[in-house]
């Protein structure tokens, strides 16, 4: 419940964002690209108060639920507010409270289960979270704001104004979150330390294989983030101007519309991923679980750059191309975050766990996000042709990114140093 509450309250609005503030709020590409950025910025001073706190202060579930709270007061407020400094405002105290919570549900998880077991069973319900809201918003969007009567841009922008009650969804789930939170499993700090507890988890993250994944984490995570700034407007573009192909609005029927609903499909491999990852950890080397993770980054941004053209080859419609570079999510997300995470947390000492996954947090939705928004917004003007976005040439650059760090990973990353090397590698890896 835990999981699935933290992912749903996020998985309501940040799929919807873009179309939401570009074709409501009529905000530029690089001023959504600053509301994307200073979202992330909580998560870069994160790792200094809230990993700090629950390793040394206070008890992590408190903590969690006090957070969520104010959270979901303040995400609820997003849906009414119409200019750019007080949106940018709100965003960045928001980011301030709601960043700290998603390292902390996995560190209050890895806390109190087995993590080569339990921890992906127990991760999987995040995913459900996510899927469930997004399809709740897409058939929100398709029953309440989508009109029987109009043309295609009329239809589109009523969904476009529909998309403002996200934030309010996102916000009573908050309020929901926080008060569970206060019936989690006591989880009090280690208070017998005395050292500040994230230079303890840096001076541990210098070392080979943590160095590596945290230099590799970087540029993934702003591929990672360029997807969920564009994948929305285009495939929400898509959904609307599909006239009458009856595979469409067969699938429209199914996800809702806005693009927001259609993207859960990856979401849902992220749950056969997931499922698979205990199987996959004692059979393949971390290493190579981050290669196909990386890998699937990389062709995922293919298929969307050349969806017509690969679909005009093979006779099928674009959607149903469109389709399986969705579904990749679930292996770009499970083979090379959710197994990040799984490192960070073997090769770091019990006492500096929390501010370690903090610290890797910041690194995937806060220097990641920051850099990756600024990126898509001035990579989107530059895919602009004459008024139009030329997708091939957007989503051509994260495909090239993707490429290059899984050379970077191959030369570099280093499986056999560090503290799990000995009792924690899989077969494969000795």
């Given at each position: 419940m835990m999981m699935l509450l933290q992912y749903a309250i996020w998985g309501a609005w940040l799929p919807l964002l873009w179309p939401y503030l570009a074709n409501v709020r009529k905000f530029s590409g690089d001023e959504i690209g600053y509301a994307f950025a200073i979202g992330a910025v909580g998560a870069v001073i994160a790792p200094f108060i809230a990993g700090q706190i629950a390793d040394r202060h206070f008890n992590?579930?408190?903590?969690?639920?006090?957070?969520?709270?104010?959270?979901?007061?303040?995400?609820?407020?997003?849906?009414?507010?119409?200019?750019?400094?007080?949106?940018?405002?709100?965003?960045?105290?928001?980011?301030?409270?709601y960043s700290p919570t998603l390292s902390l549900t996995n560190s209050i998880c890895l806390h109190?289960?087995?993590?080569?077991?339990?921890?992906?069973?127990?991760?999987?319900?995040?995913?459900?979270?996510?899927?469930?809201?997004?399809?709740?918003?897409?058939?929100?969007?398709?029953?309440?704001?989508?009109?029987?009567?109009?043309?295609?841009d009329q239809i589109a922008e009523a969904q476009y104004s529909g998309m403002a009650d996200a934030f309010r969804l996102s916000g009573v789930l908050g309020?929901?979150?926080?008060?569970?939170?206060?019936?989690?499993?006591?989880?009090?700090?280690?208070?017998?330390?005395?050292?500040?507890?994230?230079?303890?988890?840096?001076?541990?993250?210098?070392?080979?294989?943590?160095l590596m994944l945290f230099l590799l984490a970087v540029p993934i995570s702003c591929i990672h983030q360029f997807y969920f700034v564009h994948a929305a407007g285009f495939l929400g573009a898509y959904q609307a101007n599909a006239g009458e192909d009856a595979f469409t609005k067969c699938v429209n029927g199914i996800f809702g519309v806005g693009g927001g609903g259609l993207m859960t499909?990856?979401?849902?491999?992220?749950?056969?991923?997931?499922?698979?990852?205990?199987?996959?950890?004692?059979?393949?080397?971390?290493?190579?679980?981050?290669?196909?993770?990386?890998?699937a980054y990389a062709l995922r941004m293919l298929l969307f750059a050349?969806?017509?053209?690969?679909?005009?080859?093979?006779?099928?419609?674009?959607?149903?191309?469109?389709?399986?570079?969705?579904?990749?999510?679930?292996?770009?997300?499970?083979c090379f975050i959710f197994v990040s995470f799984m490192i960070v947390d073997e090769e770091t000492s019990d006492d500096v766990r929390a501010s370690a996954q903090s610290l890797y947090n910041l690194v995937i939705i806060g220097v990641g996000i920051i850099v990756g928004s600024f990126i898509a917004g001035k990579v989107a003007g530059w895919a602009t042709v004459e008024g139009s976005m030329n997708y091939s040439r957007l989503f051509g650059?994260?495909?090239?990114?993707?490429?290059?760090?899984?050379?970077?990973?191959?030369?570099?990353?280093?499986?056999?140093?560090?503290?799990?090397?000995?009792?924690?590698r899989s077969p494969t890896d000795r």
């Open positions: 992590t579930e408190k903590f969690l639920g006090i957070s969520h709270i104010l959270g979901g007061v303040l995400v609820f407020q997003l849906a009414s507010i119409e200019s750019l400094g007080a949106f940018l405002a709100f965003s960045f105290v928001y980011s301030l409270v109190h289960i087995d993590r080569d077991k339990d921890f992906a069973k127990v991760r999987i319900w995040g995913t459900v979270g996510w899927i469930a809201v997004g399809l709740a918003m897409g058939q929100w969007l398709l029953h309440s704001h989508t009109p029987a009567i109009g043309s295609a309020i929901v979150m926080g008060i569970y939170c206060f019936f989690l499993p006591a989880t009090p700090p280690t208070r017998g330390a005395k050292k500040n507890a994230t230079f303890e988890a840096i001076s541990e993250i210098r070392c080979q294989p943590l499909i990856g979401q849902m491999s992220e749950i056969v991923v997931l499922g698979l990852i205990p199987i996959a950890a004692v059979r393949w080397s971390r290493k190579s679980l981050l290669a196909i993770g990386i890998a050349q969806s017509a053209p690969i679909a005009a080859a093979i006779g099928v419609s674009e959607l149903a191309v469109l389709i399986p570079a969705i579904a990749l999510h679930g292996v770009c997300f499970g650059i994260p495909m090239w990114a993707a490429l290059g760090c899984l050379a970077a990973l191959s030369l570099f990353y280093d499986s056999k140093a560090g503290r799990g090397s000995s009792a924690l």
